[in-house]
């Protein structure tokens, strides 16, 4: 059985439903210390969601599945890189803090 794409998505704890899945961990701390954590691929539940806004989580990285066309997919990757290309015309590249904030907006944005 294929696997199913995904694709990430940044959301307002707020819009966040039971059910959805994270993209990546969530490590919540206070004081220097781990308060709360749940793992990438965890299938979120009421309860969770409970749990991430008393300790004032604002935002959570969840998988969503990416029904795009593998074709459409590609359009929306090249259209996503010349926006990027586009936002950074100006920056030096060279500077390695500029270059890695480049490829990491990049790779979010082509995803």
């Known amino acids: 059985m294929p696997r ?3 694709r990430p998505r940044y959301l307002p ?3 966040a439903d039971a059910g959805m899945v994270l993209g ?3 490590h919540i701390a ?7 954590s749940l793992p990438a691929g965890h299938s979120l539940t009421a309860d969770n969601l409970r749990q991430l806004a008393a300790h004032r989580a604002e935002y959570v990285f969840i998988a969503e599945a990416d029904t795009r066309s593998d074709e459409q997919v590609a359009i929306d990757a090249a259209e996503a890189a010349r926006r990027v290309m586009e936002i950074f015309s100006g920056a030096d590249l060279g ?5 890695t904030l480049f490829d990491q907006v990049l790779a979010y944005r082509s995803a």
């Not at 206070?30 to 709360?36: E, N």
């Not at 500077?95 to 270059?99: S, V």
């Open 95 to 99: 500077d390695p803090t500029m270059a």
């Open 24 to 26: 990546s961990p969530v």
């Open 4 to 6: 199913m794409r995904t």
């Open 30 to 36: 206070q004081h220097g210390q781990l308060r709360y």
């Open 13 to 15: 704890l707020i819009e």
